[in-house]
């Protein structure tokens, strides 16, 4: 099938470079090019979203402050 695609004069010049160079048609680079991205896309998609465990505890320590990592290692060497 023929479609007009609109791109990046610098990015179509190295897309024919790395073509020729590589002994194959911009044709073939470009459809491997938008499968790889397209399967990423799927595989991205079907990541389930990770689930963190909690238990029960009566919170944080007082004077501890979660936004500051410096302080959190001082507690955690001591």
């Known amino acids: 099938m023929r479609t007009t695609v609109r791109l990046d004069e610098r990015l179509l010049a190295e897309a024919k470079k790395y073509a020729a160079e590589s002994g194959r ?3 073939s680079l470009l459809e491997d090019a938008l499968r ?3 399967a990423r896309r799927r595989a991205h998609a079907r990541t389930k979203p990770a689930r ?6 009566s919170g944080v320590r007082p004077g501890v402050d979660l936004d500051d990592t410096a302080s ?3 507690l955690m060497e001591s």
């Open 25 to 27: 048609t911009l044709t």
């Open 36 to 38: 790889e991205t397209l």
């Open 52 to 57: 963190l465990k909690t238990v029960k505890g």
């Open 72 to 74: 959190l290692l001082d």
